[in-house]
């Protein structure tokens, strides 16, 4: 047995089905062994280096367990690096294996020929070692497995190319050798007693609370609707933990920060007590005023507690076992009118969303178009939005129900993510039906090239239903509404402007399926087709730039800036757009929209 031919058994060991990859030389001991061991783990072939890291990310995200990702030495480390930086920040735990020159060129200038260790130092910060002799393993495999999956971070094995190739010889019984086992089992750290005791102090003692939950209280739904019910609170969500708590219950406000819902800014604005559970949401602005609200956090991370809010208490635990033990300390709350507040705001939220979707559009209103999909959403979908203005009609649109799946680009926010995540979770699940929602530069940027992934793939997978919807504006529109709305400059036109594709008709070349829609009365038809295709199926959806992905909490400087910038520079068009806008405001919300 040779050293590559024991890192596939030890992976083997641990349970890993997929490794997300890309071929070269620098890992050629490796592929030697894939083909020795019948392809177990199974070696998927992305178009790109990012891409393999991407579908381990999706992979792992939609699965709940760790991804593999793996590529040669010098440009294809390199390559890893965005989607494992993706990783990272939005705490998934993923393992990269990379190769490395052999140790005799190491020094020498050589080709592709990298400080790999250096390179990974931030990304695979906890755990990243370079093998260098085979009685390293399998300990330097099991830690960055085992670190990877209890850290919910990056870990990163280097190993030479000649390493690969040598005889494995296991640790011995010896010193200064380090042997290993297999296998991590399930913690669940809770506070101390005394710590819960301030925390229900603090959340009895408030009138208006608030909750916020991140993708860390995704195990303890039935947990934090029982706290929101003893406290009469609103919940809102961060967007990756945006299918923690359905949006079909009527204390859910939906999403906050700048792709959030209205009643989450009111909810945010106008609550006297905070309780944030699993979640390190960024965006201070967001939440309540310093001196307005008292403040508990509950994370299983003790590095990721007392950040973004002057917080009372900060509860390190696991989100359920603690909300468990906190749960008989809270006293049931009598006055309703918060909460009643509160679902009312939401509910209005989604007449709006509703009669936005409905607005006209030259062609198609990218609104009209996720809003569309929300009423035939599979029940066990998963959902995965790319970067852009996609985000913000993810985030606002679509209502997550029981047994549905949904993430992004949560921190890094970065482009491209968003067709190779619904690869990497076809795998986590072939049996269930999973939809990628991209703007047209995501699209350009990577998506297009991961189709064929998808074609060489979707055989395998027992439900074939993958469905690329394609929001094509010919416009990079996020940051074109960004510059507007917040430098209050006119578009850019070198720097936005992307060139138009008929994504359908590319689609139909690699043997999938495809429509183009510029009908709004065919949005509806196509995603019905799109739901019930036999293999992949891409939607060209012809969208209007104009629509702006403006927050709903706007200020009117804001709004007028934008206006400005579209009017170049025609103030006095520009004041007319605003009261118009004002006027319209008044119809949609009682009191005519007092931010």
């Given at each position: 047995m040779?050293?590559?031919?024991?890192?596939?058994?030890?992976?083997?060991?641990?349970?890993?089905?997929?490794?997300?990859?890309?071929?070269?030389?620098?890992?050629?001991?490796?592929?030697a062994a894939w083909g020795r061991a019948g392809d177990r783990p199974r070696f998927v072939q992305a178009r790109h280096e990012e891409m393999s890291a991407f579908e381990a990310v999706g992979y792992a995200k939609?699965?709940?367990?760790?991804?593999?990702?793996?590529?040669?030495?010098?440009?294809?480390?390199?390559?890893l690096l965005n989607g494992l930086y993706d990783a990272k920040l939005d705490h998934v735990p993923v393992v990269a294996i990379v190769g490395q020159t052999d140790r005799s060129a190491m020094g020498g200038s050589y080709q592709q020929e990298v400080d790999l260790a250096c390179l990974y130092k931030d990304v695979a910060s906890d755990f990243r070692e370079v093998v260098t002799v085979p009685a390293q393993l399998p300990n330097v495999l099991d830690r960055a497995l085992r670190v990877a999956a209890t850290r919910r971070t990056v870990t990163a094995v280097i190993i030479p190319g000649d390493v690969q190739e040598l005889d494995y010889e296991p640790p011995a019984h010896a010193f200064k050798q380090v042997p290993s086992s297999l296998g991590v089992s399930r913690y669940a750290p809770v506070p101390a007693?005394?710590?819960?005791?301030?925390?229900?102090?603090?959340?009895?003692?408030?009138?208006?609370?608030?909750?916020?939950?991140?993708?860390?209280?995704?195990?303890?739904?039935?947990?934090?609707?029982?706290?929101?019910?003893?406290?009469?609170?609103?919940?809102?969500?961060?967007?990756?933990?945006?299918?923690?708590?359905?949006?079909?219950?009527?204390?859910?406000?939906?999403?906050?920060?700048?792709l959030g819902t209205r009643p989450s800014y009111e909810m945010m604005r106008d609550c006297d007590t905070l309780l944030v559970v699993g979640s390190s949401f960024p965006y201070t602005q967001f939440l309540p005023e310093f001196d307005q609200a008292r403040a508990v956090q509950i994370d299983l991370d003790p590095s990721m507690v007392g950040l973004r809010y002057p917080f009372e208490v900060n509860l390190v635990g696991d989100a359920r076992e603690t909300l468990r033990r906190l749960i008989?300390?809270?006293?049931?709350?009598?006055?309703?009118?918060?909460?009643?507040?509160?679902?009312?705001?939401?509910?209005?939220?989604?007449?709006v969303m509703e009669r936005r979707a409905e607005v006209s559009a030259d062609p198609v209103n990218p609104e009209y178009v996720v809003h569309a999909l929300d009423a035939l959403l599979p029940r066990d979908a998963m959902v995965a939005a790319d970067s852009g203005s996609a985000a913000n009609w993810y985030a606002r649109h679509l209502r997550m129900r029981d047994g549905m799946r949904g993430s992004l680009s949560g921190t890094l926010a970065t482009m491209g993510p968003g067709v190779p995540y619904a690869i990497g979770a076809k795998f986590a699940h072939p049996d269930r039906p999973a939809i990628a929602i991209v703007g047209d530069g995501a699209m350009q940027m990577n998506g297009l090239a991961e189709l064929i992934t998808a074609a060489k793939y979707h055989r395998e997978w027992s439900d074939p239903r993958m469905v690329v919807a394609v929001l094509d504006n010919q416009d990079l529109n996020q940051v074109t509404w960004e510059m507007r709305a917040m430098e209050g400059a006119p578009k850019f036109e070198p720097s936005q402007d992307i060139p138009g594709l008929r994504y359908a008709d590319l689609a139909q070349l690699l043997g999938l399926e495809g429509v183009r829609v510029e009908r709004p009365e065919d949005v509806e038809p196509a995603w019905r087709q799109a739901l019930s295709a036999d293999r992949p199926f891409v939607i060209d959806f012809r969208t209007d730039p104009a629509v702006p992905p403006i927050p709903p909490h706007s200020t009117w400087d804001q709004i007028?800036?934008?206006?400005?910038?579209?009017?170049?520079?025609?103030?006095?068009?520009?004041?007319?757009?605003?009261?118009?806008?004002?006027?319209?405001?008044?119809?949609?919300?009682?009191g005519g929209g007092r931010s």
């Open positions: 040779k050293v590559s031919d024991h890192v596939l058994e030890r992976l083997r060991d641990w349970g890993v089905e997929y490794v997300f990859a890309y071929p070269g030389d620098g890992i050629n001991g490796l592929l939609f699965s709940g367990r760790t991804g593999v990702c793996a590529a040669t030495s010098g440009p294809g480390a390199i390559h007693e005394e710590e819960l005791a301030k925390a229900a102090e603090l959340l009895n003692a408030g009138e208006r609370p608030a909750v916020l939950i991140g993708q860390g209280a995704r195990g303890a739904r039935p947990e934090v609707e029982q706290v929101a019910d003893l406290l009469g609170a609103g919940v809102a969500k961060a967007l990756l933990g945006k299918d923690a708590l359905p949006d079909t219950l009527p204390y859910v406000t939906g999403a906050i920060g700048l008989p300390l809270l006293e049931p709350r009598k006055d309703g009118a918060w909460r009643k507040t509160i679902e009312d705001n939401a509910a209005r939220w989604w007449e007028e800036a934008a206006a400005l910038s579209v009017l170049k520079g025609d103030s006095d068009r520009a004041s007319v757009v605003k009261q118009g806008l004002r006027a319209k405001i008044q119809e949609f919300l009682p």
